[in-house]
């Protein structure tokens, strides 16, 4: 099934500086879905990323798809508190997560 | 709409009990997933329902675990006998059709073995 490997792992960043995970794949990917989830809750869908080369943003957030569908990323500018939680990328074909992405903001 | 309901939030029980997990999605969706979550890690399928059919349970274990879908709508997860390793948190999530629909997941059940 189709999967993907996400770095960094863990990420502290200072509030207001700007933070980037990156989801990398051996394979072509058909799409790929982000999530968000806060600490002590459940995973929220964010975005799902279809065309190659695609781009969406939503307020401080970017959400890239490569042109060859085999990399994502999810860059957020000026990081707010709000932003604190662990960021995964999704393969859709199989719904499978990876350890994703952990974001710590440092006041 | 209504989100997806779990129940129990919260389950503390001796190994070698039982336990169940309840399930209802929200409605029209057919596609209804149980993930184990334990804690630092990412979300694990354990098993994905496609109406009440079962359509990927590779991770399951067998052995101790059992789900159903009876009707196509509300599911329930079963353990039998836990063991200290299943303590972790249960996600039951819904999506409208099976591949590149979100997934709506519930608040979960965190499970705690003793």
């Known amino acids: 099934g189709q999967q993907v490997m996400q770095i960094p792992q863990y990420q502290h960043v200072q509030e207001g500086e700007d933070f980037t995970t990156y989801c990398n794949s051996s394979?072509?990917?058909?799409?790929i879905q982000w999530y968000k989830q806060r600490p002590g809750g459940h995973p929220v869908f964010l975005i799902q990323?279809?065309?190659?080369?695609e781009v969406k943003k939503q307020k401080r957030l970017t959400f890239q798809f490569g042109e060859a569908k085999k990399n994502s990323s999810l860059h957020i500018t000026a990081t707010q508190t709000t932003d604190v939680g662990t960021y995964f990328c999704?393969?859709?074909?199989?719904?499978?997560f990876g350890k994703g992405t952990r974001l710590h903001i440092l006041p | 709409e209504a989100g997806v309901a779990q129940s129990p939030r919260y389950k503390i029980i001796e190994k070698r009990q039982s336990v169940a997990f309840w399930c209802n999605p929200i409605s029209g969706h057919a596609t209804l997933y149980w993930y184990q979550q334990i804690l630092g890690q990412g979300p694990k399928l354990l098993i994905q329902?496609?109406?009440?059919?079962?359509?990927?349970d590779s991770q399951l274990p067998k052995d101790r675990f059992s789900a159903e879908r009876l009707k196509g709508v509300d599911s329930t997860l079963k353990i039998q006998p836990a063991k200290l390793e299943d303590s972790a948190v249960y996600l039951c999530?819904?999506?409208?059709?099976?591949?590149?629909?979100?997934?709506?997941f519930g608040n979960g059940t965190r499970l705690t073995v003793t």
């Open positions: 329902f496609q109406n009440n059919g079962v359509v990927d």
């Open positions: 990323l279809v065309k190659s080369g």
């Open positions: 999704v393969a859709t074909l199989k719904i499978i």
């Open positions: 394979t072509t990917l058909s799409n």
């Open positions: 999530a819904s999506s409208l059709r099976q591949g590149g629909s979100p997934l709506h």
